[in-house]
C-alpha cells in the first residue's frame, strides 16, 4: 500500500495482505455522499473495490444483478429502505452477506435489523476500523461454511468437539471463556477483529466496550498460548483490534 | 345571552337536555294512556247503567203501559244524579223530561249515540255558558214516542282535565328543576374547565412548573387533572434533563474539541514522519472518545425515552451478574484489586439483557477505576441478593467513595468529581445506570461502603429492581 497515512485504516491495512483472499468486492448503499465517497476510498485503500448506490432501488438492481461479497447498507434510503431491501435480496434468494449501518440507538434496532435478514449490524458513528473489520468477517464466512471441526494456525490446534487446545502435540489448559475467545479468533484467523465483536460473540453483549476489560482477557489468553514458544501468533492491531495469524 | 350559550354547548347539558326531552315525550304518552284508559273504562261502566235502566222501563212500559212508563220515569228523574230522562215526540220535540233542550239531531238516532252530545238542564237558566255533555240511549215505543235515557259524562270530563293539568304542572317543575341542574352543572364544569384552561395557558407559555387545579373531590375532572399534573411532572423532568444536557454538552465537548482541534493544527505544521502519525493517532483516539461520548448520550436518551421498553423479556439476572464477575475479573486484577462476587442463583427480572449488562459494566468500571489509586482498597464487590423491598444487586469499592451531599449529583450527565478529569470517562456512567433503573421502575442507591473510614469511605451503588410480581 502506498497511500499516504491519513487514517487508522491504513494500519489495517499494512498487516492485512489481502493478495491471498482475492480482491474482495462490496456495495455501498448509502445515500449521504460525503459519507459513500469517505467509504468507497477507504475501502480502496483497504483493497476492497467498493462499488456505490445511493438509494434502496438503485441499490436493490445493483446487488441483484452483480455479484458481491458484502453489502454494506444504511437503514434510512431514499426511494426504499434498508431493511426492504434486504428482504427483498433474500426473498430472491441472494444470500450476500449484509451489514447494516444505522442512526438509531442500539439495542432494539439490532433486533429488527438482523430479523430482517442483515448479517451484522453496526450503529452510527463508528470507527472505520470497526466497519472493515466486520466487512471483512462477513466477505470471509461467505466462501468457507464453518464446518471445520479443527482450527490451525501454524502449530496451534483447536479442537472444537473435544474442546481441546494445543501448542505443537502439547495440550495447554483453556477456561471455558477462554477458549471461546480463542475458538472465535481462529475461525477468523488472518483477520482482524475488534473489541467489540469480541464482546458480541464470545460474551454475546452487544455495545463497544470502553475500557479494556477485553485487552486483559486476551492478554491472558495470549500469555497462556504463547509462554513457551518463540513464535508469536496473537497479535495487537493498534486502532483497531487482534488477530491471530501464523507469520511463519 | 352569550353565556348560555356557551353553556349549551357543553356536552353534559346537550345530553341532559336530551333525556329530558325523552322523558317528557315518555310521561306525556304514559299519562294520555292512562287517562284513555281510565276514560274508556268508566264511560263502559255508564253505557252498562244505562242500559240496565232502559231495560227496566221497557218492562214498566210492557208490563203497565205508558202509565207505568211514566210513573217510572218520573220517579227516576227525581232521585239525585246526572241522569237525563226525556220523552219525546216523532220529530224530535221534547214532551216531558228533566232536560230543557239537546243538540239538535240526537233524536234522529235510534240506539246508543255515535258521540256524546251538548244538553241544557233548567236549572241552567237558558244561559249558553254551561254546556253539559252526556252519551244516551234512545229507544222508540209502538205509539212512535221516543224515549231518551242518558248520562252526564261530567265525571270522566273532569278525571280528564285534572290528569292533564297534574301533567302540566309535573312537566313544569320538571322542566324548572332541569334548567337549574343544568346551569348548576354547566356553570360548576365551565368554571373548572376555566379554571384548567388558565393554568393550561400558562404552561404554554413556557412555565412548566404550572400544575392544574385538583379539588379533592376525587371526581372525573380531579382524576384528569392528577393525570395531565404526572403528564406535566414527567415533561418537565425530560425538559430538565434535555437542557441540563445542552448546556452540559457545550460545555463538556469543547474541551475535547478544541483539544482535537490543537492537535491537528499542531500535525499540519509537521513533517511527514513518525512524530506527525503519532500525531494523527493521538487525533484518532482522541476521536474516539467523542464518539463514545455520543454514542453514551444516544444511548441514555433512547433508554430515558423508553423506546426500547418494548424489548423487555424475563432475564436471568443471576446469569448476567456471574457473567459480569467473569468479564471483569482479569481487569480488576489487571489494577491491584480483587474482584468477589456472591449471586443468589434463579433471580429472574423482566428487563432487558443489554441494558442491565451495561449497567452492571459501568458500575465496575467505575469501581475499578476509582478504587485502583487507593492504598489498600482491597476488593470489588459484585452482590446479587432478593430482599424483602426488591432485588438488590450491588457494586461495592472501598475507594474515595463520593460525599453524601455529592450523591445526586454524580448521577448527572458529564458530572465528574474529579474536577482535573485525568481518569478517562464520559461522565455518563451512573446517568446510564439511572436512566436503565428507571426503565425497569427500580431505583439506584449511592451509599458508603466503610461509613466508619472517612478518608476511604468508598461507595456502594445499588440496582433495586422490584420485586418481580408473581
Known sequence: MSAAPQEDALSLAETQPVGNVGRMKILIIEDDLEAAVYLTKAFREAGIVADHASDGEAGLFMGSENTYDVIVIDRMLPRRDGLSVISELRRKAIHTPVLILSALGQVDDRVTGLRAGGDDYLPKPYAFSELLARVEVLGRRKGTPDQDVVYRVGDLELDRLSHEVRRGGKEIPLQPREFRLLEYLMKNAGQVVTRTMLLENVWDYHFDPQTNVIDVHVSRLRSKIEKDYSQPLLKTIRGAGYMIKDEG | ?470
Request: aromatic share 6%.
Open chain 2, 1 to 470: 345571552m352569550s353565556r348560555f350559550r356557551v353553556l349549551f354547548k357543553s356536552t353534559a347539558v346537550r345530553l341532559s337536555a336530551l333525556y329530558i326531552l325523552l322523558f317528557a315525550i315518555c310521561a306525556a304518552t304514559l299519562v294520555f294512556y292512562v287517562t284513555a284508559m281510565s276514560e274508556r273504562l268508566l264511560t263502559g261502566q255508564i253505557r252498562d247503567a244505562v242500559k240496565q235502566e232502559v231495560e227496566q222501563v221497557q218492562r214498566a212500559y210492557d208490563t203497565g203501559g205508558m202509565n207505568l212508563l211514566l210513573r217510572t220515569m218520573e220517579r227516576r228523574a227525581r232521585q239525585p244524579g246526572a241522569n237525563l230522562y226525556i220523552i219525546a215526540g216523532p220529530s224530535g220535540d221534547i214532551l216531558a223530561g228533566n232536560v230543557a233542550s239537546v243538540q239538535p239531531g240526537v233524536f234522529e238516532e235510534v240506539g246508543w249515540t255515535s258521540a256524546p252530545f251538548a244538553y241544557q238542564r233548567y236549572t241552567d237558566g237558558g244561559g249558553v255558558e254551561r254546556r253539559h255533555r252526556a252519551i244516551a240511549n234512545i229507544f222508540v215505543l209502538d205509539n212512535g214516542l221516543r224515549i231518551l235515557i242518558g248520562r252526564d259524562l261530567g265525571d270522566p270530563e273532569r278525571f280528564r282535565l285534572l290528569v292533564r293539568q297534574a301533567l302540566m304542572v309535573a312537566l313544569a317543575i320538571m322542566g324548572l328543576g332541569a334548567i337549574i341542574i343544568w346551569f348548576a352543572i354547566g356553570r360548576n364544569a365551565l368554571k373548572r374547565i376555566d379554571r384548567m384552561s388558565d393554568a393550561s395557558k400558562k404552561i404554554m407559555a413556557g412555565d412548566l412548573s404550572q400544575r392544574l387545579p385538583v379539588g379533592g373531590s376525587g371526581d372525573e375532572f380531579d382524576r384528569l387533572s392528577m393525570s395531565l399534573n404526572t403528564m406535566l411532572e414527567r415533561i418537565e423532568k425530560l425538559n430538565e434533563g434535555l437542557r441540563q444536557v445542552s448546556d452540559n454538552i457545550a460545555h463538556d465537548l469543547k474541551t475535547p474539541l478544541t483539544r482535537l482541534r490543537n492537535k491537528a493544527a499542531d500535525a499540519v505544521d509537521m513533517a511527514d514522519g513518525e512524530a506527525r502519525r503519532t500525531a494523527l493517532e493521538g487525533i484518532i483516539s482522541e476521536s474516539d472518545q467523542l464518539i463514545r461520548t455520543f454514542n453514551a448520550l444516544l444511548m441514555i436518551s433512547r433508554v430515558e425515552a423508553g423506546s426500547v421498553a418494548a424489548e423487555m423479556s424475563p432475564v436471568e439476572l443471576s446469569a448476567i451478574v456471574s457473567d459480569s464477575a467473569e468479564l471483569y475479573e482479569p481487569a480488576a486484577e489487571e489494577a491491584g484489586l480483587g474482584l468477589s462476587a456472591s449471586v443468589e442463583p434463579g433471580v429472574e427480572v423482566q428487563g432487558n439483557r443489554e441494558l442491565i449488562g451495561q449497567a452492571i459494566f459501568n458500575l465496575l468500571d467505575n469501581a475499578i477505576k476509582y478504587s485502583s489509586d487507593t492504598e489498600g482498597a482491597g476488593t470489588v464487590s459484585l452482590k446479587l441478593a432478593r430482599r424483602p423491598d426488591g432485588i438488590c444487586l450491588s457494586v461495592a469499592d472501598h475507594g474515595p467513595g463520593v460525599p453524601a451531599e455529592r450523591r445526586d449529583d454524580v448521577v448527572k450527565r458529564f458530572v465528574r468529581l474529579d474536577e482535573s478529569r485525568s481518569k478517562p470517562g464520559t461522565g455518563l456512567g451512573l446517568s446510564l445506570v439511572e436512566a436503565v433503573m428507571e426503565l425497569h421502575n427500580g431505583r439506584l442507591e449511592l451509599s458508603d461502603t466503610d461509613p466508619d473510614k472517612p478518608e476511604q469511605r468508598g461507595l456502594t451503588v445499588s440496582m433495586i429492581f422490584p420485586a418481580k410480581a408473581a
